[in-house]
């Protein structure tokens, strides 16, 4: 079956620019996660979603950065007024039991 | 907090056996992930550990103590392709951090022939 699918795969924009990035889960998965990983190192957690509500949003670096999951399926991760420290590759996972998670193939984002 | 603690690199020969060893401080523990992830793409699962004791699957096995708060990972009959990045992840299980998964900085494993 299909697995877990990000959009786009790279994305460049300028200082400054609002992005929009996309995970299309595991279908029938009830958790979503998002992280972003930076060369070098581990995921970093941003949010989690139990359905359709964000059950922990604890890992968002500030208010740039916003995440939603309207029909517990798809979701979206924003940011605005992008900086160049914003600048990884941004992944996501889903699981249905909580335990195992499955990985996204990530979107690269280049702040220029 | 949940600082995840891992060598950074390791080397081995290959058909040789490697443990990676993991440490973990954390309030609200649930569990141990380990994921391997090769350069350029996404990780994959290899284990999650909830009891302590060791859990073998094929070539990898991983163990699991919560009073000492360490892990490891241990490859056996490594292959070239074993060479990656093993990443230790606990995942939260309080009130707070349910379902929070916090990553190491990965270990880089390279098998040598």
């Known amino acids: 079956g299909a697995g877990v699918s990000q959009t786009p795969s790279n994305k460049v924009t300028e200082k400054g620019k609002y992005v929009e990035l996309r995970c299309d889960p595991i279908?029938?998965?009830?958790?979503l996660y998002w992280y972003r990983q930076s060369l070098g190192q581990g995921p970093e957690f941003l949010i989690y979603f139990q359905g359709t509500g964000a059950a922990d949003d604890s890992g968002l670096p500030n208010d740039r950065f916003f995440a939603v999951r309207p029909e517990g399926s798809v979701s979206t991760l924003k940011i605005q007024r992008t900086e160049r420290g914003d600048s990884a590759v941004y992944l996501c996972a889903s699981s249905s039991t909580g335990n195992e998670q499955f990985f996204g193939p990530g979107t690269r984002l280049t702040v220029l | 907090g949940q600082n995840i603690d891992q060598p950074t690199e390791m080397t081995a020969t290959e058909g040789a056996i490697v443990q990676i060893n993991c440490t973990y401080q954390?309030?609200?523990?649930?569990?141990l992930f380990w994921y391997q992830q090769h350069a350029g793409e996404a990780p994959t699962f290899l284990s999650y550990?909830?009891?302590?004791g060791l859990e073998e699957k094929g070539r990898f096995s991983s163990f699991l103590s919560r009073s000492k708060g360490y892990s490891y990972l241990l490859l056996k009959e490594l292959q070239m392709k074993d060479s990656a990045s093993y990443l230790c992840a606990s995942l939260g299980g309080n009130n707070t951090n349910a379902g929070k998964s916090t990553f190491g900085d990965g270990t880089t494993l390279t098998v040598k022939p």
């Open positions: 550990n909830v009891l302590d």
């Open positions: 954390t309030s609200g523990f649930n569990g």
């Open positions: 279908s029938g998965h009830t958790a």
